[in-house]
């Protein structure tokens, strides 16, 4: 049933977080009022409950559905149920871990339950005033460890002052089992009280009922012997009567002298298995067993058994009637054995479980059990204490992480959001906006929308065995050297650190700056991945030819008429190769001059406008989608990958995101590198530089290179203007 009431009846107060509006929670009455608060203005609609910087046991408190999801539902509900404990609500904004408990509200039903069970606790630890923590409902034992009863319906030998009782006790443990009572002491219930009691009376009625052993004190050794042999005895006397019917048969019946001769070689003591299934004397057709016969080794010491405790000693042979006439001996004594009840007391002796019964504790033992179950409500109410105590110091936090994000947002930096699990230090930054993911290609996936520069790693530290997955924002600086393989470290919230290295990377802009140089950057890449892939292919070509011809040098002589002649030198050919290498050169020459041409033709103000031309056609779209992509910079696709809920959207503008990650910052000093590489001092390498340009146009000059550009920039040279002459005669003379 919904537990949202959507009738406005409470005056909220409003925020601007995050470039958008959003309620105010600041107070106990706006937490008491949370029920009238219109579901569609909540920031959050659902949250898992692990993966968060609060205490998952406060997590599961919440959980009221156990569905491990908080949701509205489960908001409201828990902040009916804390405000109704409370004189004054505003404390549950405090977020502290310890309460006055005097400052229950006794009123309630519930909370007069909380109160009592609040100062059982109190004097159990013997703890002195009126304020209780969660430190102290942290260890239940504690609490219960100096107590008598404490309502689990388990009693100890601290529950009793009486020596036999405690005796009673202790036998119970140690013959049916104990059970952990709430001080950590193993303890009886009432059912183990039952059952052992039971247990003592079976165990005498059996042992009442004792049948004398047929055997005296070999019975036990003569069963055992007979059960090894009864099937042996059986099958001698099957081949017995079948010789008697057969006599020609006996040999085959018989133990062969070939299976002897076979096992012969070997060490027969390891053929033991073999030797056993030879029958268990030598047959005849006579169907009686010689007392007196050899017997096969591998039973002889089972017959011995029976041969000196069980047969007359007068007997020089036995027949099939007289063995099953051994059996039937000791058949009721076996099934009394058999039929034992209550072995499992039976460590104690017959005698102290006759003394236990005739003493007769049960009822005794049973009254302390009730003793104890009679404060069982109030006992159990001390997890309610813990239950309180854990949702009034985090059930506030919880708050500004899901109707609001304020501590997202909060300008110090020292608070963070519940989603916010550590500090990533790697390439000179340090990332705050750090979250635990559980499949990073999942995540991954679902944040591109994000618009953030995210790098996933895997993080590993030797205290703990398990592997953690976090995905960290980068939002200052340049790509840099964030690749995949590098090594960062990341400190969680608790401090501890972790060896993380980068697994994925989503590449989103970080700023402008950045978007500028990005068409370059990707260009180089371009080209060093086609040089690399060109120069592997020809050497892998190179490689191939190689061992071809040294695979195949071996079959070549050098008298091999078959070998075709090395073909002559076709001049052609090359001329007009080169005449194609020609015609590129003087294209691309006219072309270099067609543009020279045009820009000594401008002024240096539209130079300088051409090539701020050139660079924005270049990088202008990259810095325009660069601009679009962080103005959209949204955390809420993030937290959807992770399992929110996410109601609005919540943005990261460019400010806000330069608080998100610090980049080094080293101070303007002049420092002398003892390893600094010697050379030339700057201004030495400017006039070398300039000297060699002007050299370079000087070249150019000569080789007439900026004639076409202008007339007045002739070579001096008379082979170029030779040129210019002739071409003049030949026009004339083609006009005469």
């Known amino acids: 049933m919904a537990l949202i009431n959507k009738e406005k009846k409470y005056r909220w107060a409003f925020e601007n977080i995050g470039g958008l509006t959003r309620v105010k929670i600041s107070s106990g009455e706006d ?19 692990t993966g968060l910087e609060i205490d998952e046991r406060s997590l599961k408190y919440m959980d009221c559905d156990g569905d491990s999801k908080l949701r509205v539902n489960d908001i409201v509900s828990v902040s009916q149920w804390i405000t109704s404990l409370l004189k004054d609500k505003d404390l549950i904004v405090r977020g502290e871990d310890k309460i006055d408990i005097n400052q ?42 100096k107590t008598r009863f404490n309502g689990d319906g388990v009693i100890t030998d601290a529950s009793t002052d009486n020596s036999d009782l405690k005796l009673t006790i202790a036998a119970i443990v140690s013959t049916i089992g104990g059970v952990t009572d709430r001080s950590g ?23 009442d009922s004792a049948v004398e052993p047929p055997f005296s004190d070999k019975t036990e050794d003569v069963i055992e012997a007979y059960n090894a042999l009864d099937a042996k005895v059986k099958d001698f006397f099957m081949r017995s009567k079948l010789a008697a019917f057969s006599p020609e048969s006996t040999a085959s019946l018989d133990v062969q002298t070939s299976q002897i001769t076979t096992i012969s070689a070997d060490n027969l003591a390891t053929k033991n298995d073999e030797i056993a299934s030879y029958p268990l004397i030598r047959v005849n057709s006579k169907a009686e067993i010689d007392l007196n016969a050899a017997v096969n080794p591998a039973w002889s010491k089972y017959f011995d058994i029976i041969k000196a405790n069980a047969i007359d000693s007068s007997k020089n042979v036995i027949t099939e009637e007289d063995w099953t006439a051994i059996g039937l001996k000791f058949a009721a004594y076996l099934s009394w054995k058999t039929s034992k009840n209550g072995s499992n007391v039976e460590s104690l002796g017959i005698e102290s479980i006759r003394n236990f019964i005739a003493q007769d504790n049960k009822t005794s033992l049973l009254e302390l059990v009730a003793q104890d179950s009679a404060l069982k409500e109030e006992a159990d109410n001390i997890e309610l204490v813990d239950k309180f105590l854990h949702i009034y110091r985090d059930f506030y936090q919880l708050l500004k992480n899901f109707v609001t994000l304020d501590d997202f947002y909060c300008k110090d930096k020292k608070v963070r959001a519940i989603f916010q699990s550590g500090t990533l230090i790697i390439d000179q930054r340090e990332c705050h906006l750090c979250m635990k993911v559980n499949d990073t290609a999942k995540h991954s996936a679902a944040a591109v929308p994000s618009g953030m520069y995210m790098i996933y790693c895997d993080c590993v530290t030797k205290t703990k065995p398990t592997k953690l997955q976090i995905a960290a924002a980068v939002t200052v600086g340049d790509v840099g050297e964030l690749i995949v393989g590098k090594n960062g470290i990341y400190y969680d919230n608790e401090g501890l650190e972790w060896d993380a290295v980068i697994t994925k990377i989503v590449d989103n802009p970080i700023n402008i700056s950045q978007s500028f140089w990005s068409p370059y950057r990707r260009m180089a890449t371009a080209i060093e991945n086609l040089i690399n892939k060109s120069a ?3 050497d892998s070509k190179i490689m191939a030819k ?75 779209p990259a810095m325009i989608m660069a601009w679009l992509k962080l103005r959209r910079r949204n955390i809420a696709p993030l937290l959807n990958a992770n399992g929110w809920a996410v109601n609005a959207a919540s943005k990261i503008s460019i400010p806000f995101g330069e608080t998100l990650t610090d980049i080094a910052i080293f101070p303007h000093i002049k420092l002398k590198d003892p390893y600094a590489k010697k050379g030339l001092k700057p201004w030495q390498k400017w006039f070398i530089s300039i000297i060699c340009t002007a050299f370079v146009v000087f070249v150019m000059w000569l080789f007439n290179i900026f004639s076409p550009i202008n007339p007045k920039l ?23």
Do not use: R
């Open 31 to 49: 937490i008491a009022h949370l029920s009238e608060l219109d579901p569609k203005m909540w920031t959050v609609l659902s949250c898992p409950t």
């Open 546 to 620: 190689a061992t071809a011809e040294i695979n195949a040098a071996p079959n070549k002589t050098i008298d091999d008429k078959t070998t075709a002649a090395t073909p002559p030198f076709d001049i052609a050919k090359f001329a007009g190769i080169f005449a194609a290498i020609g015609m590129a050169v003087g294209m691309i020459g006219t072309a270099l001059a067609s543009i020279f041409k045009g820009l000594f033709a401008l002024s240096w103000w539209q130079l300088i406008l051409v090539f701020v031309c050139i660079l924005l056609v270049i990088s202008g």
């Open 185 to 207: 002491v193993l303890g009886v219930n009432s059912d183990q009280i039952e059952t052992f009691y039971k247990t003592l009376n079976d165990y005498v009625a059996w042992y």
């Open 104 to 145: 229950i509200n006794t009123d309630d039903p519930n909370g007069n339950k909380l109160y009592s069970s609040a100062k059982q606790i109190l004097n159990n630890l013997a703890k002195e005033g009126s304020v209780i923590s969660i430190a102290d409902t942290a260890d239940i034992t504690a609490i219960f460890a």
């Open 536 to 538: 592997a292919d020809k």
């Open 714 to 736: 002739n070579s001096p040279l008379k082979y170029f203007n030779k040129v210019e002459t002739t071409e003049i005669v030949i026009d004339t003379l083609s006009i005469e």
